[in-house]
Nanobody, 126 residues
Framework: QVQLVESGGGLVQAGGSLRLSCAAS????????VGWFRQAPGKEREFVAA????????YYADSVKGRFTISRDNAKNTVYLQMNSLKPEDTAVYYC???????????????????WGQGTQVTVSS
């Protein structure tokens, strides 16, 4: 069993930065791929970024490439999402998710993840 808690969201002006954290409990977290997803009001949840268990592979949505960076510290059971050059269209609730078995392009799909956090709100003002 893995439990996930997101933090670091808030209100920021366009062009600013935020760093989200996803803190996990559970022995299997170190073997899990972790993804970040987001959901804006009235829109479907969408993939943002993912990282495999040993951080050798990272994946990004085209909309955030070059602006967001996903990383992890398995000693701290934490995954981070550094978000730079934020835009108003980045406004959403951001969720982290974990799963032992997703790999490659499977990690782009929210259905691939077993464990989910409660989300943290990110609001970017123009």
């Amino acid at each position: 069993q893995v439990q996930l808690v997101e933090s670091g969201g808030g209100l920021v002006q366009a062009g600013g930065s935020l760093r989200l954290s996803c803190a996990a409990s559970g022995r299997t977290f170190k073997r899990c791929a972790v993804g970040w997803f987001r959901q804006a009001p009235g829109k479907e949840r969408e993939f943002v970024a993912a990282i495999n268990w040993n951080a050798y592979n990272t994946y990004y949505a085209d909309s955030v490439k070059g602006r967001f960076t996903i990383s992890r510290d398995n000693a701290k059971n934490t995954v981070y999402l550094q978000m730079n050059s934020l835009k108003p269209e980045d406004t959403a609730v951001y969720y982290c998710a974990a799963d032992q078995y997703c790999s490659g392009h499977g990690c782009y799909q929210d259905a691939s993840y077993e464990y989910w956090g409660q989300g943290t709100q990110v609001t970017v003002s123009s």
